[in-house]
């Protein structure tokens, strides 16, 4: 990710630190819950990108070993408070982090989760493959996200709202098709859920596995 692109994505979501969770924290409400417990299913190492003020740290079983990356210091910070003042033991380490270059190994974790951060990022195949690299084969990507629509009134709304949004730190166009084509291209992915999630389905839950014994190659950008 350039340094321009990164820090306005960061200085978006420093604003938001601050009052957060009074607003996000209901909106995202049900597809935090429906994340954790796809993650839940798998268990074992589980990655939280995006992991902002650690509104859902506390979900996870303490049996799990989580790690959660955000791009936004003082978000992060309130996290590392949460996770303080909650005691959560099972929380490995919280670290300032860019999505599209994740400094783990590669296989590194058993999930990774992301909830609303792809249309996020500015280069969301770029998130995707990093995701898919740190991920072990058989592990299993967790996404909440918004789908854009395909056509209609709520797709001209999306896209003329876009200069507004982007500048708040999120798209509101951002159609299935990108999701298909980077696992179309990715190679070593399945798809084992697409979920609308309540209560307008403007939100869903996907989840891809990567496949045993493949090995992530990225093509050159």
């Known amino acids: ?10 200085l978006a979501y420093d604003r938001w630190a601050p009052i957060y969770d ?8 049900r597809g935090r819950r429906a994340a954790i417990a796809a993650a839940e299913r798998a268990g074992g190492r589980i990655l939280e990108v ?5 509104l859902s740290l506390p979900g996870y ?3 799990n070993l989580v790690h959660g990356i955000d791009i936004s210091a003082p978000m992060l910070w309130k996290a590392r408070v949460r996770a303080v ?3 959560l033991g099972h929380v490995g380490g919280l670290a300032v982090m860019d999505a599209e270059q994740l400094a783990f190994a590669d296989a590194s974790f058993d999930v990774v989760v992301a909830q609303y951060v792809v249309t996020a990022v500015p280069n969301p195949e770029r998130a995707l493959d990093e995701f898919l690299r740190v991920l072990r084969p058989g592990g299993l990507m967790v996404i909440a996200t918004r ?12 896209r003329r709202l876009m200069p507004v949004t982007s500048r708040l730190g999120w798209r509101t166009e951002f159609p299935w098709a990108r999701y298909a084509n980077w696992a179309a291209r990715a190679e070593g992915v399945q798809l084992v859920q697409r979920l609308p999630l309540p209560p307008l389905g403007h939100f869903s839950l996907i989840q891809f596995a ?3 014994g493949h090995a992530v190659a990225l093509a050159d950008r």
């Open 1 to 10: 990710m350039s340094a321009n692109k990164s820090d306005h994505v960061a």
């Open 22 to 29: 009074l607003v996000f924290g209901p909106v995202f409400r």
């Open 50 to 54: 995006g992991v902002g003020t650690g």
């Open 61 to 63: 079983s303490r049996q």
């Open 85 to 87: 003042a909650q005691g």
């Open 147 to 158: 789908i854009g629509a395909e056509g209609g009134l709520r797709a001209v709304i999306e």
């Open 210 to 212: 990567k496949r045993q």
